[in-house]
């Protein structure tokens, strides 16, 4: 299983971003998904999560402003970033988990991808 993010960069505050996660090996539709990020010096912490039926879960530090899906037709996953703020600024991971369930997670990692929200 391989896993490549993509999609980050520099943006302004109130901004928004859509990564894309690439995935090989497995189906996304049988697993489930999530996005991570993590802050140097601090922990890897979860951001949002998509079980193999759809059923999301988000931060509260997200919820409402970004969203979590599946690619139609594709084996990629998606993280829509809307209403950007400067502490959002983190390197962000995929994660692809062991089963359907979100309890799953973090299963398989891969590289991340930085995003830069600043004025």
């Known amino acids: 299983v391989q896993l490549q993010a993509y999609g980050g960069g520099a943006v302004q505050p109130g901004g928004s971003l859509t990564l894309s996660c690439a995935v090989s090996?497995?189906?996304?539709?049988?697993?489930?998904v999530g996005w991570y990020r993590q802050v140097p010096g601090n922990q890897r912490e979860l951001v949002a999560s998509s079980t193999n039926y759809g059923i999301t879960n988000y931060a509260n530090f997200v919820k409402d402003r970004f969203l979590i899906a599946r690619g139609n037709g594709s084996n990629t996953v998606y993280l829509q970033m809307n209403s950007l703020k400067s502490e959002d600024t983190a390197v962000y991971y995929c994660?692809?988990?062991?089963?359907?369930?979100?309890?799953?997670?973090?299963?398989?990692w891969g590289k991340g991808t930085l995003v830069t929200v600043s004025s």
């Open positions: 994660n692809v988990g062991q089963d359907g369930s979100r309890y799953s997670l973090p299963g398989v």
């Open positions: 090996g497995v189906s996304v539709r049988n697993r489930a």
